[in-house]
Structure formats: C-alpha cells, structure tokens
C-alpha cells in the first residue's frame, strides 16, 4: 500500500510540474530542448531509472537514460503511452498512436506507418541494467499533436515482437515514468 500512494503521489507531483512549467512559446522550442521521465516499478520498488528527451532543430527527439532493478539478461518493451498517469499499469492507456495508423510496428518503420510510442526493445545486463539510446522523428516536445510532454513511458514484461496488434505481444505493464519539461 506504502508504495502504490508513494507512486501516486509522485505521478500527480510530476504532472503538475510538467503542466506548470510549459514553455510560453512552446511553438518556438530551442535546439537541444529537454524533457525528462523519472521511471519507477509499478509493484517492485528495485526498477527505477531516468530518460531524458532531447529535440533537435529538424523536430527529431533522441531518447537517452538507463533503468535498473529489471530482470538480468531479458529483452524488455518499451513504449510511450498515451496518458501520462502511472496510478496503475492500465492508467496510461494504448500506445501513442498521433498518426491515427492503428497499427504496433518497428521504431524504424516509417513515421505514420505505426504507433509513435513504438520504441526499440530494451536490453538487460547481468546486473538488470538496461541503457536506451534512440533517435525518433515519429514524435517531439512541442507543443502539437505529436507531443509526448505529459504523456507515459512504459516499460513491459516482455519483449515486443514489432508485429503482434496491437501491442507486440510485450505483456503487462511493469514500469512506468511520465514525461514533463526539464531545466
């Protein structure tokens, strides 16, 4: 119970922050604008980490940050969802899908093909670390119809097979962090 009000309380502490600290011209965002997402495990307190989002002046957003406590030497989905509420694994809602494809696909397929919120699978260590590094037109941090600012990251129980509808065959939701405006 302890850590279901701690998550709570630090999903609602979050949006918040991100909604109070939007840009006056978010049209006009600077090269190199960033947007962070504190993750924590839904009901393992051991997963926790930090992604950092950069946008580039060409509207592309690289994704940087590292997950600890995951289960050693796994392959593991990860995806941005659509609502940026972690109180519980089905309070982010399906994949961020901007483009109306309706369709799960490979973060390399072209943009519009699949769900923005599709990203490459995360690979474990022998210590249940997992490092992600990944560069994305499919969405951005300004503020429009592909914007990622106050919705979810979620990382899954399995790997995500790219193909299985509608979510890759990635099973339950294990982690979660939502993404709002960094300094």
Not at 64 to 89: F, M, Q, S
């Amino acid at each position: 119970m302890r850590s279901y009000r701690f998550l709570q309380g630090f999903t609602l502490g979050i949006m918040v922050w991100a909604l109070g600290a939007l840009p006056v011209d978010a049209q006009a965002l600077p090269d190199g604008a960033k947007a962070v997402a504190i993750v924590r495990g839904f009901t393992n307190p051991d997963i926790q980490g930090t992604f950092t989002l950069t946008q580039a002046d060409d509207k592309s957003v690289r994704i940087t940050g590292e997950v600890r406590g995951l289960p050693p030497k796994t392959t593991l989905a990860i995806h941005v969802h659509e609502w940026g509420d972690c109180r519980n694994p089905d309070a982010p809602g399906a994949h961020f899908d901007p483009h109306k494809s309706g369709k799960h696909g490979h973060p390399n397929d072209p943009v519009g093909s699949h769900h923005a919120g599709d990203l490459p699978n995360l690979e474990t260590d022998d210590q249940g670390v997992a490092r992600i590094d990944f560069t994305t037109q499919a969405f951005t941090l300004d503020m429009s119809p592909t914007s990622v600012i106050g919705r979810a990251i979620i990382i899954h129980e399995k790997a995500d097979d790219y193909k299985s509808q509608p979510a890759g065959a990635a099973g339950g939701r294990i982690a979660c962090g939502v993404i709002g405006w960094a300094k």
